[in-house]
C-alpha cells in the first residue's frame, strides 16, 4: 500500500522527487562528484578546495586532476594571475613565480605563501609590463598558466621563456575573446588539448586549453 501511495505521489510531483533523488545522490552521498572534489566543501568555504580544506585552483576539475599526477618536482611553473593555485602548484613543483595586478589580493596570498614561491606586484595594462613580466629574468619554465589579464599578449610573451618540453595552460578558453590564442599556437606547431568541466565553486561548464609539443614535459 505504502509503494502505491509513493507511486501516485510521483506521479503527480515528479519534479519534487527528481529534486529529493538529486539531493540524495549528489549532496548526501560521500563518494558523490561534488563530495570528492570538494566542489560542495568549495562552496561552503568560498575558496577553491578539496573535500579536506587544502586548496585548489580556479581550474576546472579534469584540468587540475592532470596537472596533480603528471606535475613534480623537477618543473618550474609562471602563473600569470596569483591565487588559490600559487598554493596548490608550490606543493607539485620545484619552484613558481607568479604576478599579479591586484595588490589587495596579492598581500593576502603572500601572508599565505609558502618558501618556493615569488609573487610579484605588477599593474594592469595592456601590451605592456603586466604580460612582459616573464621575460625580467633569465629563467625559462616547464609550465606557464594564463589565467590573469590580457591574455592573448600574455600568451605571445610567454612562447619566448617556455623550455622546449615546455607546456602552456590557457584557462576559460572557451570565451571568444580568446579564440585567438588557439590560431596563434597552432601556427607555431603546437597541438592542443582542451579539458572541460566543472570549477570549483562553479556553476557551469568551463574550458582550458593545453598547448604542448611532441615530448613535452608532461607525457601528452
Known sequence: MQQIYKNILIRIF????SLQSTFRFLIRYPKSYLNTT??????????????DGSPLPW??????????KRLDKKHLLFEYGSGYSTLFFANLV????SVEYDKEWLDRIKSMQPKNAVVHHVSNDIDGK????????????HIILIDGRD??????????????DG???FDDSQRSEYQEAQSFMKDLGFLHLELEGLKP????????????????CLGL
Do not use: H, M
Open 167 to 169: 607546456v602552456i595552460i
Open 151 to 164: 591574455r592573448i599578449n600574455c600568451i605571445k610573451q610567454s612562447i619566448k621563456k617556455l623550455t622546449d
Open 14 to 17: 515528479p519534479t519534487l522527487f
Open 38 to 51: 570538494g566542489w560542495l566543501e568549495s562552496n561552503r568555504r568560498q575558496y577553491p578546495c578539496k573535500p
Open 94 to 97: 620545484s619552484g613558481i613565480v
Open 59 to 68: 581550474l576546472n576539475y579534469p584540468t587540475i586532476a592532470l596537472l596533480e
Open 201 to 216: 565553486n562553479g556553476f557551469e561548464s568551463d574550458s582550458a586549453s593545453i598547448f604542448y609539443r611532441r615530448n613535452n
Open 130 to 141: 603586466y604580460c612582459r613580466s616573464i621575460l625580467s629574468s633569465e629563467t625559462n619554465y
